[in-house]
């Protein structure tokens, strides 16, 4: 079933190939890619974005992450785990907290302060100075902007585009912007042009 499901993910995005080839794509991945895609009726774009977002990742920490690119509903998981009386009584008074919508997260704001500082010592630092967003600060911006386009028209709708999504900078490279989150934003490829001609425009020749 897996060898089918990562065939036929295969044939739709080519791009897969040779990864699969060098070894960087396994079948499970591939299987999920094939699942989340078909579910979420995605376009070959988006399935090539996709795919990137798999790369390096296990299965699970993908299936996470596929999920929200795609706009799917995240899955859920049961969890068992044996405590002391001290703890349950606690826990009971979190969860009663939790039925609360504003604390409707709470137990993974709490995983969160525990597992974050490990997480943040693996983070890589981009440098400010380079022009392309790495995939760190990639993937970041990505997730900020809820994989999709920032760009908000004069009347204040902000843009659907969930596709051909590119990393642009606010304040322009070229005049000392930084490569960094809080001078970049994500735009599709239509609005990307689009401000980058407006700029254009603006600049003394
Ligand atoms: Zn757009």
Not at 105 to 116: F, P, V
Not at 146 to 154: D, K, P
Request: aromatic fraction near 4%.
């Amino acid at each position: 079933m897996r060898r089918i499901e990562g065939m036929r993910f295969l044939k739709k995005t080519p791009a897969a190939i040779p990864l699969v080839e060098k070894g960087n794509l396994n079948l499970s991945s591939l299987s999920l890619l094939e699942r989340l895609s078909t579910e979420s009726h995605a376009s070959p774009a988006q399935n090539v974005e996709a795919l990137n977002l798999t790369l390096g990742k296990s299965v699970a920490a993908a299936e996470l992450e596929l999920r929200e690119y795609f706009n799917l509903a995240k899955k859920k998981r049961v969890i068992t785990i044996e405590v002391d009386e001290e703890t349950y009584q606690l826990w009971e008074d979190t969860k009663a907290r939790m039925q609360e919508p504003k604390d409707r997260d709470a137990l993974k704001k709490l995983c969160n302060t525990i597992a974050a500082p490990k997480r943040e010592q693996t983070k890589v630092r981009q440098s400010p100075s380079a022009r392309g967003a790495g995939i760190v600060l990639r993937r970041t911006l990505l997730k900020k902007a809820q994989y999709r386009c920032e760009f908000v028209s004069a009347n204040g709708t902000r843009c659907e585009s969930r596709q051909f999504l590119q990393c642009d900078h606010i304040t322009p490279h070229s005049i000392c912007g930084e490569t960094a989150q809080n001078n970049m934003r994500i735009l599709c490829s239509e609005h990307n042009k689009l401000v980058y001609q407006k700029f254009s425009c603006l600049r003394p020749s």
